[in-house]
């Protein structure tokens, strides 16, 4: 068989064997997906492990996305401006990394898009790893404006710079946020605020959201977050998290195999692990 596996630490707690497992086999692809504990300070003896092994594709998880960079043959020019990988794909033992967490969320939100992204005004709460995937993301896919929020304001800054000529958008702190949340289309939850298990928090009061405004949160345990329910009473359309879960997977899959995946398939593993 053909060996897989995700790298991080901790790892316990990852889906990513289930619905990789689910699919290979789905797929009659004759394929085992391994968790692999790796601490910080392990990582370059990791990665050679990879090549001596002949591991053929590796997931990346906290704290390794941006480490892992250091120890690869290539990274492709998306995840270069990430400046994290989370897809490793080994070609007869030269290391190739990719990221699949900001194209997977772009999937992810497709279906509930009722016009185009270039005419849609964006809000990112939060600046860490993740809120600059989806901010690249969106960048490419010419999102019209793009706001990005955080409790400090010097990371969101430093996210939006990087894009200064290219695509309009501005920082906020948390507060400002609340003020102005009715100028916008689509508002992105991507702190760590709201999971399980303190699942009755989230980092805004959406007291000043309209009626319809798309509002998504990354976190997908649990299901729906404090934040996706607030939305929902609020007449909110709604995009739960673990959309990008299933994408970001679904196209690492496909780096490896060639092949996309069920996508319904992986969700009922997803929902049938969390229900
Ligand atoms: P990830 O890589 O998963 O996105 P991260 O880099 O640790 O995780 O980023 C976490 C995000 O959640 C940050 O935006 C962080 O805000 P700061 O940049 O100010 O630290 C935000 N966050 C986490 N806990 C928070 C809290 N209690 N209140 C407000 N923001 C919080």
């Not at 991080?8 to 004759?30: A, E, T, W």
């Not at 896919?141 to 969101?156: F, L, M, P, S, Y």
């Not at 949340?181 to 760590?192: F, G, K, M, N």
Request: charged share 20%.
């Amino acid at each position: 068989a053909d060996l897989y596996g995700i790298i991080g630490c901790p790892v316990g707690h990852s889906m990513s064997p289930d619905i990789h497992n689910r699919s290979f086999k789905d797929q009659k692809l004759d394929a085992v997906y391994h968790r692999f504990h790796v601490e910080k300070d392990q990582l370059g003896a990791a990665v050679n492990g990879i090549r001596a092994l002949g591991i053929k594709g590796v997931n990346v998880t906290i704290p390794h996305k941006e480490n892992v960079i250091a120890y690869l043959d290539h990274v492709d020019k998306t995840a270069a401006e990430m400046g994290a990988v989370n897809t490793i794909v080994n070609l007869d033992g030269v290391l190739t990394g990719y990221n699949t967490d900001g194209p997977g969320y772009l999937e992810s939100i497709k279906p509930f898009l009722t016009s185009p992204l270039s005419e849609m005004k964006c809000l990112i709460i939060g600046a860490g790893g993740a809120a600059r995937g989806i901010y690249t993301a969106l960048a490419h896919a010419q999102t019209g404006r793009i706001d990005v929020a955080n409790r400090t304001k010097e990371k969101a800054l430093a996210i939006i710079q990087e894009y200064d000529a290219a695509v309009p958008g501005r920082t906020l702190s948390l507060e400002e946020a609340e003020c102005h949340l009715a100028e916008y289309h689509l508002v992105i939850q991507t702190t760590s605020i709201g999971m399980s298990p303190n699942i009755n928090d989230q980092p805004i009061s959406l007291e000043n959201i309209s009626e319809g405004t798309l509002v998504s949160d990354i976190i997908y345990n649990p299901i729906k977050t404090a934040f996706i329910k607030d939305a929902e009473q609020r007449g909110c359309r709604v995009i739960p998290g673990v959309g990008m879960f299933i994408y970001q997977a679904a196209l690492s899959f496909r780096h490896w195999t060639g092949k996309m995946p069920d996508i319904q398939l992986m969700e009922s593993v997803v929902l049938e692990k969390l229900g």
